[in-house]
């Protein structure tokens, strides 16, 4: 007989975002065509049980977690490679963006974090172009941020991106994050406008910026050993699943930032576009 392998998804985000979706649509796949093979279970939100959001990089990489999706800048430490694509204005628009991690580019950065953390890079979720929201004042140039104090993900150059502008800086994990928001102690920050809306911080910040400075992807990540200890046919039907499960949630971000900005004006808050 058969042992049943189990398959454990998971992220840092509720089950209704593009993410979560988008995992969902991967377990419902296997479960479709390994239906006797495969055991899913889903853990949408880490942070829901008192982790950070950065330890889903060592949660999927001893494989408490097969497969997770995180944010590229978080890996910037271990993987500097990964600095060039934090870098402000990058790339145009979303087609540009999305076909240089499809592409050349994509392949060099999974085979840089592939020699650095016992991942299997499966691909690119998209977590798209990131703008500034803040409690203070409108923002339309760089003095207005002067001596504001921004969350920034773990990349030293999104630090050193909003230093120029002269702001304060501070890297700090989404969790403490989402606190010092709601406390008042943390004057601005910057995400999608879905992120904004998921974490609710359009209750607490009345201004938002459409800057789209950094464009940003969410690597899906799966726990190598367990990956290559799957039957052949299991490794097979999950890769050709992902390209699919990419297209679905890109689709849905799309759709999600128009939700978001409908949400945000809804709120009451001021919308700005540079």
Not at 78 to 106: H, K, N, S, Y
Not at 210 to 220: M, V
């Amino acid at each position: 007989m058969t042992e049943v392998i189990q398959i454990r998804l998971g992220g840092y985000g509720p089950p209704t975002t593009t993410h979560s979706r988008a995992l969902k649509f991967i377990g419902d796949r296997l479960e479709k065509e390994f239906s006797n093979l495969v055991d899913i279970k889903y853990i949408w939100n880490i942070m829901d049980f008192g982790y950070l959001s950065s330890d889903i990089m060592w949660l999927t990489e001893c494989g408490v977690l097969t497969i997770s999706y995180q944010s590229t800048s978080y890996l910037t430490k271990r993987v500097p490679e990964l600095g060039f694509v934090d870098q402000p204005f990058l790339f145009p628009d979303i087609a540009t963006a999305r076909a240089a991690f499809d592409g050349q580019l994509g392949k060099h950065l999974m085979s840089c974090i592939e020699s650095q953390y016992n991942f299997k890079v499966l691909g690119f979720f998209e977590n798209g172009f990131r703008h500034i929201s803040n409690r203070l004042r409108p923002v339309t140039k760089p003095d207005d941020l002067v001596d504001m104090k921004i969350r920034m993900l773990s990349s030293d150059i999104h630090s050193r991106t909003f230093e120029l502008l002269g702001a304060n800086p501070i890297q700090m994990d989404l969790t403490e994050a989402i606190d010092m928001v709601k406390a008042g102690t943390l004057d601005a920050q910057e995400n999608p406008l879905a992120n904004t809306i998921t974490y609710k911080v359009h209750k607490y910040h009345r201004y938002h910026t459409l800057s789209g400075h950094f464009y940003l992807s969410r690597g899906l990540w799966a726990h190598r050993n367990s990956i290559e200890e799957w039957p052949e046919e299991l490794r097979s039907g999950l890769e050709d699943i992902i390209p699919e499960s990419i297209e679905f949630q890109r689709g849905l971000a799309i759709e999600e930032e128009e939700v978001a900005r409908r949400e945000i004006e809804g709120e009451g808050c001021e919308i700005i576009e540079l």
